[in-house]
């Protein structure tokens, strides 16, 4: 064995510029599959955390009737006394916070433009508007009783042209169903860095919301972040009752979970597209190297050396090919996504509607995806010196023989 | 002792349609020890006749056994197993792996044989001292002459102590030195081994040291030993 790796390392180093060229494609390849999976993964966990962080929570509890698509405002859809019900919730041992949001639908209206919005009644205390709270580019985070006050994102800022201490009108629908139209002054502007939630939500303290849609003393859910997301489905479970719906941030991302799958299904040929321009690469150097040995091979052949050693051989050589590759991608890809995890690869305002996408992708690499690709790709590889590992094998020792070299 | 005996044996190459005759019907016995030298001109056969005593090759009529067992219709790997303990081969290029040395070169039939490391380098050391290069061990072949790369060759041929050692044109690629080395150890190790020799040649400076001369002409033999004619069908 040993005996077989030392001839098929010296056998590559031959012509060893063709050898760093074949395991730089295999380098190449799981480099690129590196990033490309660290890529995947730092936009959608990105975008799920985002989501989490902004507006899904890792569990919102509404009442049984409401309909999100509606963000309806009904009384019946609604939750009574949602600070009790907050607090209740808060005290379970895995909650970090749980704070009361009203939801409600509208528009601004400036002197010459509007825009559609979507309203978020928070109480500006809680810790869980702290992404808003450290998002703020300009002016002042809401207080509880401010009764004129609305805080803006940054893109809906630029696209009205508004800046702080500006007057708006916020025309809002109420419980009853009418419009009702206020207003309003600019006290805040806020960023995400997530261009689909910065433009189009406006927050007013939460009793100023239940003001302006008539809702009194009701939410539209209570928003829960919990310490650590694996304890959901535990919290779920503790908070099943009658009254209420429980929602998960799976359930509540599942756009966000499904199109991970689709983007990972692409991936997957795409995978395959490089996976094999690295074997066809890695076919072609060993078969150029069976045939420049062929009379080697009927010489070791005439030695008694049997089809299955020789065979041995060249996929020592592919296998010694594809370690060596492995370890030019794994510094090469490690390089490249350390680059891109730490500066990130800026994309601009490149969302998908219903999913909040940063406009920076900072690079993910999981372990899971480093084992499974460099396996991969050293399977590939091996699989790749199979062909000409048999061609060499079958050939016949007085036709081997035979040849110029 | 017979080493090996071939019966009538005829062998047929087609090359698309064409059919050509390299054996027509050869009979020939070898015994152990012999120092015996297949002569005739180009294309008469005696590569092919080389290759099936040597189980690189099946005849396509006939028989041929070594060691009274019959290797016509053995396949690959039977005919391998045949080879890597039984026949060594010698050839015209001097045939040794260019990436092992000469020490790592003699040691591969006896790696295949799956001798242990202690007795690997016992042989080697001898056979490479037998051909006058045990100072040679770690060069490789490209770093030695011609002549230094057939001894080598022949250690290696000898190395897991063969009954029978088949040499074509062993000397056509050597100067007239260095081809008279080459055959002057052939001829010390057949005495001193008794190990059988056949070789192919049509240099009349290497036929002289043989023992018996076997004389092919169109895939037949013409002449056998000291001047008997054979008879091609018997």
């Known amino acids: 064995m040993i005996q077989l790796f030392k001839m098929a390392f010296r056998d590559l180093g031959r012509n060893r510029r063709r050898s760093f060229f074949s395991a730089l494609a295999v380098g190449m390849g799981l480099a690129m599959l590196l990033l490309l999976a660290s890529f995947i993964k730092g936009e959608y966990g990105a975008a799920i955390e985002s989501s989490i962080r902004l507006q899904s929570g890792h569990l919102q509890v509404r009442a049984k009737s409401y309909d999100e698509s509606k963000t309806s405002l009904k009384w019946e859809d609604l939750i009574e006394n949602p600070d009790q019900v907050a607090a209740q919730i808060a005290s379970l041992n895995p909650v970090q916070v749980a704070t009361p949001r009203l ?52 893109r809906l800022a630029d696209n009205l042209g508004l800046s702080v201490g500006d007057q708006i009108n916020l025309s809002v629908n109420t419980s009853n169903g009418d419009v009702d139209e206020q207003p309003f002054t600019v006290r805040g502007i806020y960023s995400t860095q997530t261009g689909g939630f910065d433009g189009i939500t406006v927050f007013l303290p939460l009793a100023k919301a239940q003001a302006i849609t008539q809702a009194e003393n009701r939410a539209s859910t209570i928003f829960v972040l919990l310490k650590d997301s694996a304890q959901t489905d535990a919290v779920v479970s503790a908070l099943q009752g009658p009254n209420y719906q429980v929602l998960t941030w799976a359930k509540m991302n599942e756009l966000i979970v499904q199109t991970e799958d689709l983007a990972s299904g692409y991936m997957s040929i795409f995978y395959l597209i490089v996976l094999g321009i690295t074997a066809t690469v890695i076919i072609n150097t060993l078969i150029m190297s069976v045939f420049e040995r062929t009379r080697e091979i009927g010489v070791l052949s005439a030695l008694g050396m049997k089809g299955r050693r020789i065979m041995a051989m060249f996929l020592a050589e592919s296998s010694l090919l594809a370690v060596g590759g492995i370890i030019l991608g794994l510094i090469l890809g490690g390089l490249v996504v350390a680059y891109f995890t730490k500066y990130g690869f800026f994309i601009g305002n490149f969302g998908v509607t219903g999913i909040l996408i940063g406009d920076t992708i900072y690079t993910r690499l999981t372990l899971k995806d480093t084992v499974t690709l460099t396996i991969m790709a050293f399977v590939v590889t091996l699989l790749a010196g199979l062909y000409p590992a048999m061609m060499a094998s079958r050939m016949e020792p007085v036709e081997a023989l035979r040849a110029e070299k | ?116 490391a202690s007795e690997r380098r016992t042989r080697v050391l001898e056979l490479l001292k037998s051909v006058d290069l045990a100072d040679r061990a770690n060069n490789r072949p490209d770093q030695l002459s011609g002549g230094q790369q057939q001894r080598v060759a022949i250690a290696r041929a000898l190395a897991p102590k063969p009954t029978l050692i088949l040499a074509d044109e062993p000397t056509a690629n050597l100067d007239t030195t260095n081809g008279a080395q080459v055959m002057e150890i052939m001829t010390r190790l057949n005495q001193e081994t008794g190990v059988t020799f056949v070789f192919a040649t049509h240099d009349p400076r290497v036929i002289k040291y043989a023992r018996r001369v076997v004389t092919l002409r169109d895939g037949l033999i013409v002449e056998n030993n000291n001047g008997t004619k054979a008879d091609p069908g018997a």
């Open chain 2, 1 to 116: 002792m017979e080493v090996t005996r071939i019966e009538n044996v005829t062998r047929v190459y087609k090359i698309g349609k064409v059919e050509t005759q390299a054996l027509r019907g050869v009979s020939l016995s070898i015994e152990s020890g012999e120092f015996t030298a297949l002569v005739g001109p180009s294309g008469s056969g005696k590569t092919t006749l080389l290759q099936l005593i040597g189980c690189l090759d099946l005849p396509s009529g006939g028989h041929v056994y070594i060691n009274s067992k019959d290797v016509s219709s053995l396949n690959r790997n039977q005919r391998a197993d045949m080879r890597r303990g039984t026949i060594g081969f010698i050839f015209q290029f001097f045939a040794l792996i260019p990436t092992l040395t000469a020490y790592e070169n003699v040691e591969m039939p006896l790696l295949l044989n799956g001798h242990s």
């Open chain 1, 103 to 154: 939801f409600a639908s509208g528009f601004v209206s400036t002197g010459n433009e509007s825009a559609g919005v979507r309203i978020f009644g928070i109480d500006p205390l809680s810790e869980a508007n702290a992404p808003y709270r450290e998002g703020l580019v300009s002016g002042d985070f809401l207080t509880p009783d401010d009764r004129e006050g609305v805080l803006i994102g940054r």
